[in-house]
């Protein structure tokens, strides 16, 4: 009996180049939905490409050329939006919360707006300036490590510390085998058993702030971003949000 061959793994997929993307993720460049959304209306067989049904959210598609449809009616790019807005404390960064909680989109209800997502986050208990937009590549220029886009926050610590204190501050803490530092560190004011920092910030690991502080067992009683670049957040009003104009977009160019 002649045995046979063993079966070959099939060959990977090749990643399309060019302006090919996912099919979930082209929905979601377009500015309908997210792309968990997406991969929601693909499933229910609501999406066409070419005229025919498809339910594999990675199929790969070209923006340029290829027709795509939800629910019989074709979609093309929306404009693209760029938002700033002031996000209130309390407020999570998502499009929707399992645990029922508001979230930062609470504060664009009744705004004629395409899809737009957040550039970044800011953690529930942290406020103020935050972007939101559906130009995905503008907002990965702002994230990318290398761009180094300074973030300034105020932060208000239960301490009052001199001039030794700040120091540590500034020479960094390790915190989960990460070592956590900041561009610059400066007292604004102090009073009692409260002061308010200057927290200058060129790259965006996750509760930096409050850990590298948190290191030192100081506790954040707020913490708000007040600048991005050279935008900042001046008068806009606590859950507003307003289009930036070209001259803050120029300021943001990485």
């Known amino acids: 009996m002649t045995r046979k061959p063993p079966r070959q793994p099939p060959e990977p997929a090749l990643r399309p ?5 996912s099919l979930n993720r082209a929905l979601s460049k ?13 499933a229910e067989g ?3 490409v070419g005229g025919k049904v498809a339910r594999d959210p990675a199929l790969w598609v070209d923006l340029e050329r290829d027709s795509i449809a939800v629910d019989g009616e074709r979609i093309a790019a929306e404009r693209k939006v760029y938002l700033i807005l002031n996000k209130p404390r309390g407020l999570v960064t998502t499009r929707d919360d399992p645990e029922g909680r508001g979230t930062v989109y609470d504060c664009l209800e009744g705004l004629d707006l395409p899809f737009v997502s957040p550039v970044g986050r800011l953690d529930k208990a942290s406020e103020g300036l935050l972007l939101m937009t559906n130009d995905t590549r503008w907002a990965n220029g702002l994230l990318d490590p290398a761009s180094h886009v300074a973030k300034t926050y105020h932060v208000q610590i239960a301490a009052a510390p001199d001039e030794a204190m700040l120091e540590r501050f500034r020479n960094g803490a390790e915190a989960d085998g990460e070592l956590l530092t900041a561009s610059s560190i400066a007292l604004l004011r102090s009073g009692g058993r409260t002061a308010w920092l200057e927290i200058v910030l060129d790259e965006g690991r996750n509760r930096q702030i409050r850990r590298l502080l948190g290191a030192f067992d100081i506790e954040v ?3 708000v971003r007040v600048a991005i670049g050279g935008l900042q957040l001046g008068e806009l009003a606590k859950g507003q ?3 930036l104009t070209d001259e803050e977009l120029a300021m943001l160019v990485a």
Do not use: F, N, W
């Open 241 to 243: 949000a307003r289009h």
């Open 46 to 48: 609501r999406v066409r």
């Open 221 to 223: 009683l707020r913490l």
């Open 30 to 42: 377009l500015g309908l939905c997210s792309r968990k959304q997406a991969e929601l209306l693909i």
């Open 17 to 21: 180049t060019g302006g090919k993307v």
